[in-house]
């Protein structure tokens, strides 16, 4: 667990905004603290509670934690009236810090492309067709900023991507092929993850996995990616077209 030190205190008199600095800061923890300052202020300080989670000497510690992403309050609000407390709600995406994360920073998401295993609402996903290759390959630098690029199945796509090692992820200014393929279900499959793929906002990353949660207009659901060792087959830079509200 991340660590921190705690220290409760009560201050029990009060000090004017114009003190100079103290005479003395240094002080225990077993008894009431007084201090007196170069102006003739006076406050006492007493301790009431001490939580020390530091690591120990000696010990090897693993510092883990969580994100918290806010991804919509509701409702919104309207002219000339007032929102009741109790109505609101806020959809949050939470989200473990992985220790791959923490050892090889954005460099993880380059080492291989991915390929979608499953995608959906958060509860919901449900396993990409066996028959379709859906993947996403990136190439970003350890600023943040580089592209992704990959196949939804029977269209390519490629597009800008910045990145913060807290793991929050933007892609933009994505295009995508036009193409009509057959297949049961390709093309269906295709257009779901062509519309959520700009509203991905963060991610979480281990030795064999990649997770993408996104948040749409109506829905928050995740998109999960395994390993694989081969670069997908790229598309011709003429056949690309700027992505379209709705599709």
């Not at 000090?15 to 007196?36: H, K, L, Q």
Request: charged share 20%; net charge negative.
């Amino acid at each position: 667990m991340k660590t921190k030190l705690w220290c409760m205190i009560v201050v029990l008199g009060a000090v004017s905004a114009a003190f100079s600095e103290p005479v003395d800061d240094r002080f225990g923890f077993d008894e009431p603290a007084s201090i007196e300052w170069i102006m003739g202020e006076r406050i006492e300080i007493d301790w009431k509670q001490i939580d020390d989670s530091r690591c120990a000497a000696g010990a090897t510690c693993v510092w883990e934690g969580y994100r918290i992403q806010l991804v919509a309050v509701g409702p919104y609000p309207l002219l000339d009236a007032i929102t009741e407390r109790s109505s609101c709600r806020a959809t949050s995406v939470v989200s473990p810090v992985t220790q791959v994360e923490m050892e090889h920073g954005l460099d993880g998401l380059n080492t291989n492309p991915w390929r979608l295993e499953a995608f959906g609402p958060i509860g919901q996903q449900v396993p990409a067709l066996a028959s379709t290759e859906v993947t996403m390959l990136f190439d970003v630098t350890n600023a943040g900023l580089g592209t992704v690029s990959g196949s939804g199945g029977c269209n390519g796509f490629t597009g800008a991507v910045q990145v913060a090692p807290i793991g929050a992820i933007e892609l933009r200014d994505l295009g995508f092929t036009d193409m009509a393929c057959v297949g049961a279900g390709l093309m269906e499959q295709e257009d779901r993850f062509f519309t959520e793929l700009p509203n991905v906002i963060g991610f979480t990353m281990t030795e064999t996995s990649l997770i993408l949660p996104y948040a749409g207009d109506d829905t928050v659901g995740t998109m999960i990616f395994g390993r694989v060792g081969d670069t997908p087959t790229a598309v011709e830079a003429k056949s690309w077209g700027q992505v379209k509200v709705g599709r």
